[in-house]
């Protein structure tokens, strides 16, 4: 039988890291690792780490909401997260008269936390690896649709078996390594999540876009949430008798600081990387993929911008929007940017050129060709569907129509009419007609100019659902097929091809593509030179904010009672954040970046824009994750939210 996973001798080979400080580790098999992060100056267990005998630092960290991690730091339930993680949920609670995001807000006791509807966080409970029993009843002469029915079934069987008992607990079977194996996650999920404290936004997204995935960064993103159970500390729905949840397990924060060289992890989801992918992917990304949606977003977020500016209103209304938008349109410049000069495509091509000399004569040989021959044929049809999502689908106005669901609250009609003109004219120009709905083309030549198109769109709801339901319906049930079918045979492809880099390279350590499931990243304090004659310091302080200050900017404008702070003098040097070699990527926004004790130092929510390629390969001299020191997070609670009641929650160290 032909074999279709990889023995755990060859998928747990530890031997070698890939590059220094590289690697998205599961907790589950740290012990394959441990022996390394001691080396580099851990000084706890894998036990310590993670275990499901005893309370272990994996209890102290949560998935908050569906796309960020989160860490328990008191007894009572209090959680700490990214600004921007919580940015959706301060903003819902904000208006003209109570503006949270401008003003930030703090409960000053239990009374005062806000709920957050649909907001949940989720514990792991446990995971392991299932690969034999997801594969159980597996024939080598089946298709790969009777092998994907059969993996569903048996995952299916194993989340019931794993849920059984109910109180909140979730499940999921995620595959690894593109299906070579296969790892149950199991989740206890909280869904009563209140919001206790967020500083200003002059703080909380100091520098806003301009300094997102950048160095020196001084942004104090952070927010404060508590999580609520019921009276048996299990899940409940919001209630005002529902009690601070008490973990199995906390983090103490350490004030002892920061230096070069120290050793770091950090403990969280990352969401999404492709590190073992065929250099047309990374072409496509490169030379298509990125500048077109970087284009695309610069003309959205002008147009936002121009009107948020003209408003406060209209600035709270669209501050999530802008910040969703703008947030991959600043990674996407840098990842273009790393991977041409790091010149990632002639390297790929290297490394298949030697892989496929190698395959020579085995059942690898071949693979190379035939993942450039399927990205040939996808590509064109991906292109499509991907300015679709950019474009026409970015319209509010057709995303109603269609139905689905918009805010009217958040909602201002001025920003949407030019965005539809802009973005339809966009996909119009920049697609063939074979890619465009018949009533696209109708109303199009219908109307003539851009502008008559949509006057009539915006005043006739049954012209604008014509529109919407034709374009979804064309992309859903015409492009998206051809796009998933060649994507199946891709990833078919994929699985034989990570089993052939491994036995290609059987010295080197490979760790499974982050998938928003809970994750090990460890390195050290270090500084690193984005450009010639040019080196960063690991660590910002204070001095530096007061240097960018400028009332006249509104991401620079920060309170006057921090200004009022630093001209009494002494906190010259009160640290901000500070760069490490962990690998990291979105999920781990909130992350805590742990010391050699696993004590808490401060908490992950950035790159640097130079090393934003890191989703799809990883260099050691210039990626960086950017982290909150807990420090200045401790000085904003206490100097400008005048909350030190939290702080009585928790426990300190050094």
């Not at 390195?523 to 310091?537: H, L, N, S």
């Not at 999920?587 to 790159?607: H, Q, T, Y």
């Amino acid at each position: 039988m032909k074999k279709t996973f990889l023995s755990a001798a060859l998928i747990l080979a530890a031997l070698h890291p890939l590059k220094a400080d590289e690697g998205m580790w599961l907790p589950a098999l740290i012990s394959e690792r441990i022996g390394d992060m001691q080396a580099k100056g851990l000084r706890l267990s894998a036990e310590d780490i993670y275990s499901v005998n005893q309370a272990s630092l994996k209890d102290a960290v949560v998935l908050f909401g569906s796309g960020c991690t989160g860490e328990l730091i008191s007894g009572e339930g209090l959680l700490l997260t990214n600004h921007h993680c919580g940015y959706s949920y301060i903003q819902k609670h904000s208006s003209v008269e109570h503006d949270y995001l401008k003003d930030g807000f703090w409960a000053m006791n239990r009374s005062q936390e806000l709920p957050n509807p649909g907001l949940t966080v989720r514990f792991l409970e446990r995971m392991e690896d299932v690969t034999d029993a997801v594969l159980k009843g597996y024939k080598a002469k089946m298709t790969e649709e009777q092998r994907l029915a059969l993996v569903k079934k048996n995952a299916d069987k194993l989340k019931e078996q794993a849920t059984k008992e109910g109180n909140g607990l979730k499940a999921s079977v995620e595959a690894l390594y593109y299906g070579n194996q296969y790892f149950l996650f199991v989740f206890r999920e909280y869904r009563d999540i209140r919001l206790v404290g967020a500083p200003p936004s002059s703080i909380g997204k100091f520098g806003g876009e301009t300094d997102n995935w950048m160095w020196p960064r001084h942004t104090g993103d952070f927010s404060i949430f508590r999580i609520y159970a019921g009276e048996d500390n299990l899940p409940a729905d919001y209630s005002a008798s529902n009690v601070p949840y008490q973990p199995k397990k906390s983090l103490k924060i350490s004030r002892a600081g920061v230096k070069e060289g120290d050793f770091t992890f950090v403990y969280g989801c990352p969401g999404s990387t492709q590190e073992y992918v065929h250099s047309e992917l990374v072409k496509y990304i490169q030379d298509v993929s990125d500048p077109e949606k970087i284009a695309l977003r610069t003309t959205r977020l002008g147009l936002m911008k121009k009107y948020m500016d003209q408003s406060q209103a209209v600035r709270i209304q669209y501050s999530s929007k802008f910040a969703s938008v703008a947030n991959a349109w600043k990674k996407w410049q840098g990842e273009e940017k790393g991977l041409r000069k790091n010149r990632i495509v002639p390297v790929k091509q290297a490394y298949e050129e030697r892989f496929a000399d190698w395959a020579q004569g085995t059942r690898y040989e071949g693979l190379t060709e035939r993942l450039a021959q399927l990205y040939a044929a996808r590509n064109p049809l991906y292109r499509a569907y991907e300015y679709y999502n950019e474009t026409v689908r970015s319209v509010e106005k057709l995303q109603m129509a269609s139905g689905r669901r918009v805010d009217p609250k958040d909602y201002y009609q001025p920003i949407d009419e030019e965005i539809f003109v802009a973005m339809v004219s966009a996909f119009d120009k920049a697609l063939e007609d074979s890619y465009k709905p018949e009533e696209f083309i109708r109303q199009r030549e219908r109307f003539g100019s851009i502008g008559e198109w949509k006057d009539a769109i915006f005043a006739d709801e049954e012209l604008a659902k014509e529109l919407a339901v034709s374009l979804d319906k064309f992309y859903n049930q015409n492009l998206a097929p051809q796009v998933r079918e060649l994507g199946q045979a891709i990833n078919l492809c994929y699985r034989d091809y990570m089993q052939g880099q491994m036995e290609f390279e059987p010295g080197k350590s490979f760790y499974p593509d982050a998938n928003l499931t809970l994750r090990v990243a460890y390195g050290k304090v270090a500084g690193y030179r984005p450009t010639d004659a040019i080196w960063y310091t690991p660590v910002s302080t204070l001095r530096g904010i007061i240097e960018k200050d400028n009332p006249e900017i509104f991401d620079y404008n920060i309170p006057q009672a921090l200004r009022d702070i630093y001209a009494r003098g002494g906190y010259e040097e009160q640290p901000v954040c500070f760069l490490a070699t962990n690998h990291t990527t979105g999920g781990n926004s909130g992350s805590p970046v742990l010391n050699a004790e696993g004590n808490l130092i401060g908490i992950n929510f950035d790159r640097v824009w130079e090393g934003t390629m890191s989703d799809l390969i990883y260099d050691p001299e210039i990626c960086r994750n950017v982290s909150l020191d807990v420090r200045y997070i401790l000085f904003i609670i206490k100097e400008i939210g005048h909350a030190d009641y939290l702080l009585n929650e928790m426990e300190f160290v050094d």
